[in-house]
Structures are given as C-alpha cells and as structure tokens.
C-alpha cells in the first residue's frame, strides 16, 4: 500500500505487486520528476521496512494505465 499511496500522491499510473521471494515489483508511467520522486521513496520505502536495494530500468511510456493500483503476488 505504501507505494500505491505514495505513486497516487505523485499523480503516477501502473501497478505494484509484491513477488514470491520478498521482492516488490512496480511499473509506473508519468512525470519524469514524480517518477524520481518514487525513485527516492522506494530506496526510503515505509517506516516498517528494510530495503536493502532498488533496480531501475527506465523505458519508453506505454500509456496503457489509467490509474496506479496492486496486483496479485507473482
């Protein structure tokens, strides 16, 4: 929920799921700005976790979400 709340804040459209083996996955289209600012909270990540990395990979915008929801684990 954290990234939902946070990607919703920025005005960001994709989705979060968290995986199998304690990862959490997340796609998410908008402003470049608000995307580094997601960038920053996901190193952060809420007051009851521990991140010890985030991966980036930066690609061309889809356009193919209307708003930033969870999805099922994978």
């Known amino acids: 929920m954290f ?10 459209t994709g989705w979060v799921r968290n995986r199998w083996n304690g990862d959490v996955e997340v796609t998410a289209e908008g ?26 990979d930066w690609e061309s915008a889809t356009g ?6 969870m999805r099922s684990t994978g």
Do not use: C, I, M
């Not at 990234?3 to 960001?12: I, R, T």
């Not at 997601?38 to 990540?45: M, V």
């Open 3 to 12: 990234v939902v709340q946070v990607a919703n804040e920025l005005g960001l």
């Open 64 to 69: 193919e979400f209307s708003d930033f929801r």
């Open 31 to 56: 402003e470049r700005k608000a995307l580094g600012s997601l960038l920053t909270a996901l190193h952060r990540g809420p007051h009851s976790s521990y991140v010890t990395k985030v991966l980036s």
